[in-house]
């Protein structure tokens, strides 16, 4: 069973920062690319970071370039998202997410694996 569990959701100021973290289990994941997407209500869920991770590449949503951060520790199979100079538009859900490809942008549709999600909540 896959699984991957979200964690570091929160309410922050605008300007404050976040981390969230994503514990992956149940299969290697070497294979696969490690997205966060996120979600707000009545709006597609839209990609917001991708690494790699063989090659560690990055790709990042215009929106957030030179703000978020997404990193992964290859030992704990985990993957991180640092989020700083957050704005009142970064809340909504956060998804962690294990696509099966690498491009520019990752498209739902090439996502295998979804976690529960994580709430991120920034007051102006």
């Known amino acids: 069973q896959v699984q991957l569990v979200e964690s570091g959701g929160g309410s922050v100021p605008a300007g404050g920062s976040l981390r969230l973290s994503c514990a992956a289990s149940g299969r290697t994941f070497s294979s696969y690319v490690m997205c966060w997407f996120r979600q707000t209500p009545g709006k597609d869920r839209e990609v917001v970071a991708a690494v790699t991770w063989s090659g560690g590449s990055t790709n990042y949503a215009d929106s957030v370039k030179g703000r978020f951060t997404i990193s992964r520790d290859n030992a704990k199979i985990t993957v991180y998202l640092q989020m700083n100079s957050l704005k009142a538009e970064d809340t909504a859900v956060y998804y962690c997410?294990?696509?099966?490809?690498?491009?520019?942008?990752?498209?739902?549709?090439?996502?295998?694996?979804w976690g529960q999600g994580t709430q991120v909540t920034v007051s102006s």
């Open positions: 997410a294990a696509a099966r490809r690498f491009s520019a942008p990752i498209s739902v549709g090439d996502i295998a694996y």
